[in-house]
């Protein structure tokens, strides 16, 4: 696999700032494989992604970094450098509903994700099996409704002994505390099944039924203080019509999620999400 280094900008717009990135990579030799770039003409904001075949700068991440400070001072850049060998650390949280956690621990065996999956949390034991056929940790942390702190307070443990950059509610049907929101913020991806900003909260297919819908879908997003409110990643939906029942909104529901899930993850691990207030820049 090609070695990368993933050039993340976010800064004020202004004339010169592709030209000046581009000039520094190429002064260093370096040879950019894949460009990304976008205007916001209501913040007056510019985002910026580029890939550099790392084989072609003869520097490492860290010397790189240290040479494009000066660049960044310079057009008041809040930036990243992303070096692609440094394999992301995952955490997966579900609970009962295996159809996400399956999907994704399969597409990460069949090499789609480009992470290590290094534990999975959940207040149930029933995905033990299914998770450690894989041989991967697992964690059953009870949720007692009496008291949550307790719990969440393992969770965190957990959490911080895998050393996780990125936290998966696969399904997780338990709302985290503020403290684990702001720990992890820009960093805890979640899949509601629903099409967002509606039918927030519990048994949303049931709302959509209700409500005579003729789409369902679901929302994969960073997961905030706020219940179902951070930046959205990604999106879609399937039509219905008045012969389906709710049983068939779930079903049609659980397929939708399943797509929506993964390629938000993978979009977050390739550096392709740029969170800007409430809402994302997406280079997909």
């Known amino acids: 696999m090609s070695h990368y280094y993933r050039l993340v900008v976010s800064c004020p717009d202004q004339v010169g700032i592709v030209a000046r990135v581009s000039s520094f990579i190429a002064q260093q ?5 894949e460009a990304s770039q976008h205007s916001d003409l209501e ?23 240290t040479s494009f400070e000066p660049v960044a001072a310079e057009f008041d850049m809040q ?18 509903e295996s159809h996400c956690l399956v999907d994704l621990l399969y597409r990460w065996q069949a090499g789609e994700l480009d992470c290590d999956i290094v534990g999975v949390i959940s207040n149930h ?8 056929w894989y041989g991967i940790p697992y964690h059953h942390v009870p949720v007692d409704p009496a008291n949550k702190q307790t719990a969440f307070e393992q969770v965190q443990e957990q959490i911080d002994a895998a050393r996780a950059d990125c936290i998966v509610l696969a399904r997780y049907m338990q709302i985290l505390p ?10 805890v991806i979640n899949i509601h099944h629903s099409f967002l900003p509606s039918f927030a909260g519990a048994k949303p297919y049931h709302q959509a039924y209700e409500r005579g819908v003729k789409l369902i879908g679901a929302t994969c997003h960073y997961v905030t203080e706020e219940l179902d409110a951070g930046p959205i990643i990604e ?8 012969c389906h029942t709710p049983t068939d909104l779930v079903r049609f529901g659980r397929d939708v999620e399943k797509a929506v899930l993964a390629r ?18 997406v280079f997909s």
């Open 235 to 242: 999106q879609d939906i399937h039509r219905v019509s008045h």
């Open 178 to 187: 503020p403290s684990l929101c702001e720990r992890y913020a820009g960093r």
């Open 29 to 33: 030799g370096g040879s950019i494989t």
């Open 125 to 132: 034991d029933d995905m033990r099996s299914l998770t450690e």
């Open 79 to 96: 930036w990243s450098l992303v070096d692609t060998q440094k394999r992301r650390r995952v955490v997966l949280m579900v609970s009962r």
């Open 43 to 65: 913040t007056g904001r510019f985002f910026m992604r580029y890939e550099i075949l790392a084989d072609s700068l003869g520097m490492s991440a860290e010397a790189l970094r």
């Open 264 to 281: 938000g993850l993978r979009w977050h691990l390739e550096d392709r999400v740029l969170i800007h207030g409430n809402k994302t820049v």
